[in-house]
């Protein structure tokens, strides 16, 4: 299942390097069920999908491609393939062979895995509030108020979010660069609650590069979608919403 929309670049260029090369979309027919979602007619489903594939690969986008089980259900995914390996990153054609071939393989696996990727999306997706664990007893399930979060796991997530923020140009990983409000968000929050400067450092960091960076619309404002180097100069064509 391929996931995009029309004012998505990447999309367009996965869509004319491999869905409309005969030899791929042959393969793909003989190996495959292609199904093509507009994510803006179907957010519910790239909410998802779009959950499953940054739990594999740690990181999502569109054009959002990912593999299922006959009973709808993810077990790999990525966003765009190149026609040809490059820069460390597998083809389309090495995907759709490796895929298949590990379906038919090792089956048993793959839908296991599936079935403990859907548990963690699902967790990740209701943080376990309100939801009544069987066998408990007392106040905190009786009332459907546990959560998942406490200090040890606040402080992990903060921890995760430091281990990859770029401490010279702000943000979060390398190129292509995206703004990560989220991100930035929760360090901000997580400083007004502890105290913790290097979270506010990194945060302002962050805004700051960005306003003065290539992303930034200096003329209508708000920012493009990301930007493509590490230093937010060179702006992908779309823009955020002010």
């Known amino acids: 299942m391929s996931i995009g929309y029309a004012a998505c670049h990447w999309c367009h260029v996965m869509e004319r390097e491999s869905f409309e090369d005969p030899e791929t979309a042959a393969f793909m027919n003989e190996h495959f069920v292609n199904i093509k979602i507009d994510r803006e007619e179907r957010p519910d489903l790239d909410h998802i999908y779009m959950d499953a594939v940054q739990a594999i690969t740690g990181s999502g986008g569109w054009p959002l491609n990912v593999f299922l089980t006959p009973d709808g259900k993810p077990f790999y995914g990525g966003t765009y393939f190149p026609p040809r390996p490059v820069y460390n990153r597998s083809s389309w054609k090495e995907v759709l062979n490796g895929v298949s071939a590990t379906f038919r393989e090792r089956r048993t696996e793959v839908e296991q895995q599936a079935e403990g990727l859907i548990r963690h999306v699902k967790t990740s997706g209701m ?18 108020t546990e959560s998942i979060f406490s200090t040890a796991t606040l402080q992990q997530t903060r921890d995760q979010l430091m281990a990859t923020a770029d401490k010279k140009e702000g943000g979060f990983g390398g190129a292509p660069k995206f703004p990560q409000s989220f991100s930035i968000r929760y360090l901000l929050h997580y400083y007004h609650f502890t105290g913790d400067k290097t979270a506010l ?7 700051d590069k960005m306003i003065l960076g290539g992303i930034y619309d200096q003329l209508g404002g708000g920012f493009a979608r990301y930007s493509t180097d590490e230093r937010w100069l060179v702006p992908h064509f779309e823009k955020n919403a002010i």
């Open 127 to 144: 943080f376990s509030i309100g939801e009544k664990k069987s066998g408990t007893t007392g106040s905190s399930a009786d009332s459907g």
């Open 201 to 207: 450092d990194q945060a302002c960091l962050s805004l």
